[in-house]
């Protein structure tokens, strides 16, 4: 019976004539940003009539788990790949080996450190973890004590937005002190993380979450102090969470990335590949910042999911 | 010159409890010492003291007149001291021959083992001692009695010059019981000796040279075993004279069976074996180890698959698929293999006592009346004598006959119209035989329907009222008391073949 | 020579509670230290703040002492946690229902998951750690199904968020979840020690083979078992729902054994037959003040597990050389 | 009507045999099924990404299966081997020894790891879970800290990555990684069954108490035993590393229940005293193929745990039900 099933092994053009096959492997798949990303790949896919999968490793970080993925996908032989690489250099050998196999792929999100992908559409976190920065400055006047809650502490979306912010504080803000750096992006673990930080900071002004699990986190800790409006919090992503603290005043602001804008442009990319059309190096999706003031910006509601 | 092992002034105390106060022994060459006394007496924990598993408070060991201080078991056996403990101590997991050779397996060179050789190294040794095991079998498959065996050959397998023997004969059968004396008799010679723990009087007759006798954990004296009689032994060991009858008190016959079993079979043994109790009648059930005795108990109470038969309680028939469902229809079985089946080791004896009667202490919102509940149980330990410092205490730190009566009185409390008890007095005391015995009596008295299994035909003639024979998995004959003997028991224990089943 | 008698069961008692005061005695000196480590620690605010990150895996422990007591063990604890979560959304959000009916309806979801692993362990015959492991799967994979992944929040339930929130001590800000963790402490210890659920889980933990051969009907009472222990896990996806004021769908992994780790901790045997709530509940709060006092003291991250890893060790080392010697 | 006796050793050892291929039953049903959900599943290239998948976690389990065989438990083993890797990358990267040592004294890290944790359980007497518990905790944070919280890459040693990803059938693309995996299967299966530390495991966690009375030195024995699973996770950590061609401080945390539930699928008792490695081999494949054919059939991802749960329940329902039967 097995037989059967081997006698058509996976020979080449995959997907066979009809759809193109584009397969995304990103860093995740539970969190409402990928499922963004996500959104917006298969809109794009609809529109451009190829079938688009999209896995992500269960825990975002899992460097082994998405390199299993990626392997699967490669024996399936799409027509092309879309990943977003927890570590490039660890999937090396498997864009090598994307390339003997003539699977031309796109890189997205935070970039592949290597020459496969003919392209990369990412947001620059460096970049927009500074604007975070300088928003959260001018919010406290310049000067005080502020905290970090990062989402992760070794992948790269979670090194780039510390470092960035950090870094900027350094280079523009000597009167803002950074006391204490902690991680998590479990909404719940990240409340009570938050909550000893401002225990043990009475003088703080301001906390930084790097994204939605953390950011939310920050707001329900400050709220569970009972210290609403007496600090400030800057996030990063959207949610209805953290666009409804927003709304409120319980958060100053947060950047936000474009992510259906990423997974759109990926597929479209990818397209373009298989149709043997040249596309850029670089596609920036862009990011921004959203507060109180133009949250119901039809520009930025378009970015923005719930 | 020297004993071969002399004890002196031993003493040991757990918490409440002074078990052994400056003990005196001394066991010369070529003999076989009995060591006698009442449950809790003191004689297990003074053989874990001689191989090494607990250390004496006070007191010393002289082997063949030099220091002896044992550090661990392992040291004890390298100094020639070999003991079969009161519980078993085995690997259910692991073959008999892996058992026997634990820490001596033979070795392919280095790490490597041996299992051929292995093998045949344990059935060289079964065959030489005339035991009927297999070396591949599983020990966890293997009944209690055939365990024994396994311990058995594995403390014989050591060439030991002092061989202790704590209870050995406890699940054993007759015949195995001489299998086992013939053992010992081939053991002993003028280097060698054996300490030798039983509650059963006529054994030491047959096989000790001289009785040392323990009371509440001192020493009372030392007989020889040829110018002493049994009630003498009994009346140093509790104190007082006992006399036991020996017949039971006339038979109900009439009355109304409450307990009928029709055709019941297994898988495995059990063949078409039907029989009845009525109430105020004690059945006895006789036969050799493997009979088959403990199965029918299992399946008739749904411990077991059963592959056929019909149980009726008072005339209505019963569908039983589990302990509880035969609980519930008023049967209750006393398992004979305490340590697994029967008690909870690590609860108290008061958890023990009403593990089978909760519900009665249960008020409506399942709230346990803790106090009925000491009530009761001190009731019982009481009654049975259960020697333990409160009710309270670990069931595990309890002596082994007061063990077994611990689980006797879960039974009792329990309050059922059909008890099975298997081997009730499985490590029990002759004083509190008698106790036991009385309460059988008792029980039959008020009309209930009692099976009782046993290895003792002494014990069977003494208590039972009827006494079913099985062989091989069948019923072979169910004997009126008054025409029981032990040889004719025996003949039907032995008709193998197919020939000669009964259907009452 | 001779020892003294402890006939007397009221020494009996005295040293039973003195040893139970024992285990305490980890969890105090834990105290003392990071009182003196940092001047914030030691405040009402933030005692509540441990109190409260306490609460959810607090309730999960108690539930699941019943478990291990009876020999078993619950893997699916945290991610059915999660679910019992989304389905309180799904109550109250999707469905509409009033609050009262929807976290009833969730909790009796949690009884749900806990019986039916006992039915796959008592009925099946499944091993606890196989049955419970499958469970963790489904029920992780479930509350991303039934929520589409996405978090879902208790619009037409602005109050929902009380539950877990509002401040039964008025100024204090003493959240009634915690209230409610200490209610179910008490609620749990009664159960074990009083009632014949606990009996029975005793004497199943302790010889289930023997208690089966009393006549207890061993399958239903563990089914009873699991099936409490589920209704614990119901309490804390709503208190943990609640907190956030949204059902939050990923998460849970991990903390089963976090609950396991407060069982154990707090004298527990995972052989079963052994253990007491307090002594949970001290395991607990000694993971919680843990850490809670390495995040107030500003201990890096990375060198938080490693210290929590090793006080583990000798709290549960210290706590076993005392029984030794008691 | 009579059964068939089994004192003829053939006869038992065939039966033996075919208890043990009936547990490759669900194995091959779940294959069968994915070939014909499939067409890309049962071919050559896909058949051994499975078994490179399955090396890492098979690999682990197979260590893990001494340890619960012998009635322990390990949490380590997931963390562990991220710390092991990590090692690698400070041996080869940091302090630049050549590959061979560097490779040979991650292993032996591994070992050491397991050493304390068998200190730990023997010599203390902490009930595995706890000490493991414990060093789980430890190896995560240390992992982080050694590393920096950073990927270290293997830069001086750019062959490194061949360990596991060589070729050793030119053109068919299997890995060496999956040949090490195969022959320390082989070495795990003779260790266990054929020499004295397996047979010391079993016995151990047959009747521990027994066996110490026996006058085997069960301390000793079981530091080995834990040891010996040290030393697997250390070899799992270095080809975790060379996978990757770097050594990745986090991860790790969840591995070690799908080491532990492989083992367990694979007919080993928890409890102890039973067990086989080929029912860990099957146990492991059984995860990787149900994992790997549930992506390559496009299952949504939130529905996979759903199924791998049941799954895994009706497997060792199944596989249960059968050794009843035989
Ligand atoms: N570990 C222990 N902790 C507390 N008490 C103990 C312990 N071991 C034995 N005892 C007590 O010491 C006394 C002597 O027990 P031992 O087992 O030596 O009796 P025994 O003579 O062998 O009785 P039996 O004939 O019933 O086997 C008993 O009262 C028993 O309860
Ligand atoms: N759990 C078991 N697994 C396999 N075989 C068993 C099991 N229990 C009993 N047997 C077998 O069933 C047969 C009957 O044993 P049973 O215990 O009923 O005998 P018995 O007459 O009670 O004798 P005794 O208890 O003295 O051994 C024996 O051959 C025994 O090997
Ligand atoms: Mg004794
Ligand atoms: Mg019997």
Redesign the interface.
């Given at each position: 019976?097995?037989s059967?099933?081997?006698d058509?092994?996976?020979s080449g053009g995959g997907g066979g004539d009809k759809q193109p096959y584009v397969a995304l492997i990103s860093k995740g798949?539970?969190?409402?940003f990928w499922?963004a990303v996500k959104a917006g790949a298969e809109q794009a896919g609809k529109e451009f009539n190829v079938k688009v999968?999209f896995?992500?490793a269960?825990?975002e970080?899992?460097?082994?788990?998405q390199?299993?993925?990626l392997?699967?996908v490669i024996?399936?032989?799409p027509d092309a790949i879309g990943f977003a690489a927890i570590?490039s250099?660890?999937?090396?050998?498997l864009m090598t080996l994307a390339k003997n196999e003539k699977i031309p792929v796109v890189a997205f999100d935070s970039g592949v450190d290597s020459d496969v992908p003919v392209t990369t559409a990412s947001t620059d976190n460096l970049a927009a973890a500074a604007e975070a920065a300088k928003h959260m400055a001018e919010a406290i006047g310049h000067e005080g004590k502020i905290a970090l809650v990062i989402h992760d502490?070794?992948s790269v979306t979670g090194?780039q937005r510390r470092d960035g912010f950090v870094n900027y504080i350094k280079k523009n803000e000597p009167k803002i002190q950074i006391?204490?750096t902690?991680?998590s992006g479990?909404?719940?673990k990240a409340?009570?993380?938050a909550?000893?930080?401002i225990?043990?900071n009475?003088d703080l002004k301001g906390i930084y979450g790097s994204n939605e699990g953390a950011a939310?986190g920050v707001v329900?800790a400050v709220?569970?102090?009972?210290m609403n409006g007496k600090l400030t919090i800057v996030g990063f992503d959207s949610?209805?969470?953290q666009i409804d603290a927003i709304k409120s005043g319980a958060m100053a602001g947060a950047i936000t990335q474009n992510p259906v804008g990423i997974g759109y442009e990926t597929v479209k990319a990818a397209v373009a590949v298989i149709k043997g059309q040249k596309v850029e190096k670089t596609i920036d999706t862009g990011f921004y910042w959203y507060d109180k003031s133009n949250v119901d910006d039809p520009k930025i509601t378009a970015v923005l999911y719930q | 010159m020297a004993a071969l092992l002399q004890v002196s002034g031993a003493s040991k105390s757990f918490p409440g409890v002074q078990a052994l106060d400056g003990v005196d022994l001394e066991l010369r060459h070529g003999e076989v010492l009995a060591l006698v006394g009442e449950n809790g007496a003191g004689k297990s924990t003074l053989m874990k003291l001689l191989s090494g598993i607990d250390k004496p408070d006070a007191g010393e060991f002289y082997l063949d007149g030099q220091q002896y201080t044992p550090r661990n078991p392992h040291h004890a056996h390298q100094l020639g001291i070999s003991v079969i403990h009161q519980e078993l101590n085995l690997m259910p997991d692991l073959t008999v021959a892996q058992n026997i050779y634990i820490g001596r397996e033979p070795r392919a060179g280095g790490f490597l083992l041996s299992e051929r050789a292995l093998n045949r190294r344990t059935r060289e040794l079964l065959a030489r001692l005339g035991l009927p095991l297999e070396p591949t079998d599983l020990v966890g498959d293997l009944t209690v009695a055939r365990q024994q065996m396994v311990e058995i050959a594995k403390a014989l397998s050591f060439n030991a010059r002092v061989l202790v023997m704590d209870e050995p004969t406890a699940a054993l059968n007759e015949v195995e019981v001489d299998t086992l004396f013939g053992l010992i008799r081939r053991f002993v010679t003028p280097q060698t000796g054996v300490i030798y723990i039983s509650h059963r009087m006529h054994e030491l007759g047959q096989i000790t040279d001289r009785i040392t006798v323990l009371r509440d954990g001192r020493y009372v004296d030392t007989l020889d075993t040829a110018t002493t009689s049994i009630p003498q032994v009994i009346s140093l060991m509790v104190g007082r004279t006992i006399t036991g009858e020996q017949r039971p008190r006339g038979a109900v016959r009439d009355g109304e069976p409450v307990l009928t079993v029709r055709g019941l079979r297994t898988k495995a043994l059990l063949r078409d074996v039907s029989f009845e109790v009525r109430g105020g009648e004690i059945l006895g059930f006789a036969g050799l180890m493997g009979a088959g005795r403990t199965e029918v108990a299992r399946a008739l109470v749904g411990a077991d698959r059963r592959d056929g038969g019909t149980v009726v309680v008072h005339g209505r028939e019963v569908a039983i698929a589990s302990p509880a469902d035969a609980a519930k229809a008023g049967i209750g079985y006393l398992s004979e293999d305490r340590k697994r089946y029967g008690v909870l080791l690590g609860r108290s004896v008061r958890d023990n006592v009403v593990l089978a009667s909760m519900f009665r202490f249960a008020g409506p919102a399942g709230v346990v009346a803790d106090r009925l509940i000491g009530r009761t149980a001190a009731e019982y330990v009481t009654k049975l004598r259960i020697r333990t410092p409160s009710t309270g205490q670990l069931v595990q730190n309890l002596s082994g006959g007061n063990q077994q009566k611990t689980v006797v009185a879960k039974w009792l409390v329990r309050d059922c119209d059909v008890l099975i008890f298997d081997e009730p007095t499985r490590g029990i005391d002759v004083g509190a035989k008698d106790e036991i015995y009385a309460l059988l009596d008792e029980l039959a008295a008020e009309g209930k329907a009692i099976i009782m299994i046993s290895s003792e035909l002494p014990e069977v003639l003494r208590m039972s009222h009827r006494i079913a024979v099985m062989c091989q998995g069948r019923i072979t004959a169910v004997l009126d008391n008054a025409e029981a003997t032990q040889e004719n028991i025996m003949d039907f224990a032995t008709r193998f073949g197919a020939e000669g089943a009964v259907t009452p | 020579m001779t020892s003294i008698p402890v006939n007397n069961p009221i020494v009996a008692r005295i040293r039973g509670s003195v040893q139970q005061l024992l285990a305490l005695v980890s969890l105090i000196a834990i105290l003392v230290f990071f009182s003196f480590a940092s001047p914030y620690f030691f405040t009402t605010s933030n005692l509540i703040g441990i109190l409260v990150a306490a609460t959810v895996t607090g309730i999960l422990a108690l539930g699941t002492t019943f478990v291990i007591v009876a020999g078993g063990i619950d893997l699916s604890i945290g991610t059915g946690m999660i679910l019992c979560g989304v389905m309180t959304g799904v109550f109250l959000t999707y469905w509409g229902w009033p609050v009262w009916l929807g976290v009833t309806a969730a909790i009796l979801f949690g009884g749900l998951i806990g019986f039916v692993n006992g039915l796959n362990v008592s009925v099946l015959g499944l091993p606890p750690f196989i049955a419970t492991l499958g469970m963790m799967l489904v029920t992780a994979g479930l509350a991303l199904v039934i929520s589409g992944t996405k978090p879902i929040y208790f619009k037409e339930h602005p109050d929902f968020q009380l539950l877990m929130n509002y401040s039964v001590i008025p100024g204090a800000r003493f959240p009634l979840g915690v209230a409610i963790f200490l209610v179910l402490t008490v609620v749990a210890a009664a159960v074990l020690g009083k009632t014949i659920v606990g009996r029975y889980a005793f004497s199943i933990g302790s010889n289930e083979a023997a208690t089966a051969l009393s006549g207890v009907n061993v399958a239903r009472w563990k089914i009873t078992i699991y099936t409490l222990s589920g209704l614990f896990v119901g309490v804390a996806g709503v208190l943990a729902a609640s907190r956030l004021s949204s059902a939050q769908p990923v998460g849970g992994q991990g903390l089963e054994l976090e609950a396991i780790a407060a069982v154990v901790i707090g004298g527990t045997s995972l052989q079963g037959g052994r253990g007491s709530i307090a002594g949970t509940v001290v395991g607990s709060l000694i993971v919680a003040v843990l850490t809670n006092g390495l995040r107030v003291t500003a201990v890096p991250q990375e060198w938080q597990s490693v210290v929590v890893g090793c006080v583990i060790i000798v709290a549960v080392y210290v706590d076993m050389l005392r029984r030794k010697r008691a």
């Open positions: 019976a097995c059967d099933a081997a058509k092994p996976g798949f539970q969190h409402q499922q999968t896995e992500g269960k825990e970080g899992n460097v082994e788990q390199i299993q993925l392997q699967t024996d399936k032989h570590d250099q660890a999937a090396a050998p502490q070794t090194v006391v204490d902690q991680y479990d909404p719940l409340t009570d993380l909550k000893a930080i225990t043990a009475p939310i329900h709220q569970e102090k009972g949610g209805k969470d | - | -």
